[in-house]
């Protein structure tokens, strides 16, 4: 069984700050870990994803992650927030291989303070 | 090259009234998944397709939904009788065979009146 809980269901920063999103997880094997971004009435974006190579992955737009098997974490980052970073985030956790469904976290809402 | 297509964008249906919901995977994709998310939660697994097998139905309700994905076609998610706890946001997402990527489409919004 898998689970990821998401730390905070809304995160606020200023503009240019850094931006820090959390991520737990649980899986019985080897994780493929995501991160997603929603933008209102759209569908799910890749941020970035790891899948058992090098535990610092960078995404899109700036943000990377790092995986922590020891803290079960995988924690999103950005070094300075954008007015356009606003909107949904979610972490999902999928079993070795990939080929399955994935479990999502309930998800962090970002708010940029101009 | 399109990525994942879901039609129609938005739904309305009556109490007891079917729901369609189509999704056609991105080129070259023939692995389907179907995930709902309700108000203020996350994407919560449905079903897990190829072409003409369903692979994992765990996250289902066991009545009034069914899923299939033919040898042409889109895929369709069906919900029969529907209720006001339908009322949701459905997405599709599909995979290339050996990916583990999932690519969402836009979604369906759903309301039950």
């Known amino acids: 069984a898998q689970s990821v809980t998401q730390l905070g269901s809304h995160v606020s920063v200023s503009e240019g700050a850094l931006v820090l999103l959390r991520c737990n997880y649980s899986?019985?094997?080897?994780?493929?870990l995501f991160w997603y971004v929603q933008y209102p009435n759209q569908g799910l974006q890749l941020l970035l994803k790891y899948t058992s190579a090098a535990t610092l992955v960078k995404g899109i737009n700036g943000f990377e992650a790092e995986f922590k098997k020891s803290e079960t974490s995988f924690h999103l980052t950005k070094p300075s927030a954008h007015m356009s970073d606003a909107a949904e985030y979610f972490c999902a956790v999928s079993g070795a291989g990939g080929a399955d469904g994935l479990t999502f976290g309930k998800g962090t809402h970002l708010i940029i303070q101009p | 090259n399109a990525g994942v297509m879901q039609n129609p964008r938005h739904l309305v249906r009556r109490r007891g009234q079917e729901a369609r919901l189509r999704c056609s995977p991105m080129k070259g994709h023939s692995h389907v998944y179907w995930y709902r998310q309700l108000p203020e939660e996350g994407l919560k697994f449905m079903v897990y397709?190829?072409?003409?097998?369903?692979?994992?139905e765990s996250g289902m309700p066991k009545e009034r939904f069914s899923a299939e994905f033919p040898k042409e076609g889109p895929s369709i998610l069906r919900i029969q009788q529907v209720v006001r706890g339908d009322s949701a946001a459905y997405f599709c997402?599909?995979?290339?065979?050996?990916?583990?990527?999932?690519?969402f489409g836009p979604g369906t919004r759903l309301l039950v009146l």
């Open positions: 997402a599909s995979s290339g065979t050996g990916e583990e990527t999932q690519y």
């Open positions: 899986s019985s094997v080897p994780p493929y």
């Open positions: 397709l190829q072409k003409e097998n369903i692979i994992d």
